[in-house]
């Protein structure tokens, strides 16, 4: 079964800074797809950025950007020049490649952007 | 497109009653899926959903719980009786196939047992 781990229950930024969430996550698989949610206050759940696997590029979406290190199983997740609207819940999350399409969640991290 | 609807918003009901929990996909999705998000548990599938038909309810607490997809505009979450530990966010998502991988999620439902 995999697993996913968020160490970091909280963090805090000061606005126009640089933040690392981190991530880790167990697999045997090879094939599989890594994703970043963001949660506001609003409770929608909204897809931040997604890296697959096979890709050895790390994806940038706009400010958001992760350093993705398959071998050590790490997944982190950098938001430059914070604003106030990145304060939510982030979750890191995992999806099997091919068969069910499950995503396996981490338990979260809540990020408050300070101005 | 609107999104995922769900409804309703929040829901307050009695320990034993049966709640029916709402949604309705993005029109040409064909994935839909069922989550649960408490505090201690955080956000857990229940159920998933592959054209109309169930292909993985593994994470349906007990039999308690029940969904249905009758058509591919509309499913129902249904928990009868209900239970204080029941007590949740409930989200439905729903993605275009299974080669796309990005679950649009709707706003959840907050589910309150007393």
């Known amino acids: 079964a995999q697993t996913v781990t968020q160490s970091q229950p909280e963090m805090s930024v000061q606005e126009a800074e640089t933040v690392t969430l981190s991530c880790t996550y167990d697999t045997s698989e090879n094939n599989y797809y890594l994703f970043w949610y963001k949660q506001p206050p609003s409770r929608q759940m909204i897809l931040v950025i997604r890296q697959e696997a096979y890709k050895q590029q790390n994806a940038t979406e706009n400010r958001f950007s992760v350093n993705f290190q398959k071998a050590a199983k790490s997944f982190s997740l950098k938001i430059s020049d914070s604003q106030l609207g990145d304060t939510a819940m982030y979750f890191c999350a995992f999806m099997k490649q091919g068969g069910s399409e499950k995503l396996v969640f981490g338990k979260g991290m809540k990020l408050t952007v300070n101005p | 497109d609107a999104g995922v609807i769900q409804s309703p918003r929040h829901e307050v009901t009695e320990m034993g009653q049966e709640v029916t929990l709402r949604c309705k996909p993005i029109?040409?999705?064909?994935?839909l899926f069922w989550y649960r998000q408490t505090m201690m548990r955080g956000l857990e599938l229940l159920i998933y959903?592959?054209?109309?038909?169930?292909?993985?309810d593994s994470g349906m607490p007990e039999d308690r719980f029940s969904a249905k997809m009758p058509n591919a505009s509309f499913s129902t979450l249904k928990i009868q009786p209900s239970e204080p530990r029941d007590s949740a966010v409930y989200f439905c998502?729903?993605?275009?196939?299974?080669?796309?991988?990005?679950?649009?999620f709707g706003q959840g439902t907050r589910l309150t047992v007393v």
């Open positions: 998502a729903s993605s275009l196939n299974r080669l796309n991988t990005e679950a649009f």
């Open positions: 959903f592959n054209n109309n038909v169930p292909i993985d």
């Open positions: 029109s040409g999705h064909n994935s």
